[in-house]
């Protein structure tokens, strides 16, 4: 008896969990005009390439660091709550068309072994 109150009470359950009620209101549809035409104004995407970076490696800390100032290479504020991404330049790609492309790869990269994960340092920006 207890078998089939059990499952009678799981199929009950089933039955008003996949139940759908009405459909609600429809949701704001957003300020008329083109998109990207009428908000605010904003800094998106910035890009920014310095070269002859030679990383110092602190052996205390194990890790390799560079301090670079923002305002030496750029006119855009840079805010605490951006996101810096580190890339480095890994050389050129030749395609089977016969062009070429930059490689970058993104600091810090991870490697995975069989038995370990090894990640390479971040560099410190400020």
Known sequence: MKKVTLLLGAFIALFFISCEG???????????????????????GQVFEVDNIDFNYDAGGDIYSYIITYSDFTSFPVYESDAVLVY???????????????????IPQNFFYPKALYNTPMPTLS
């Open 88 to 106: 480095r330049y890994d050389g050129s790609v030749d395609y089977q068309d016969n062009t070429t492309a930059d490689a970058w790869s993104l």
């Open 22 to 44: 009405p459909a609600g209101p429809p949701g704001f549809d957003g300020f008329d005009g083109q998109d990207g035409q009428d908000g605010e104004d904003g800094i998106q």
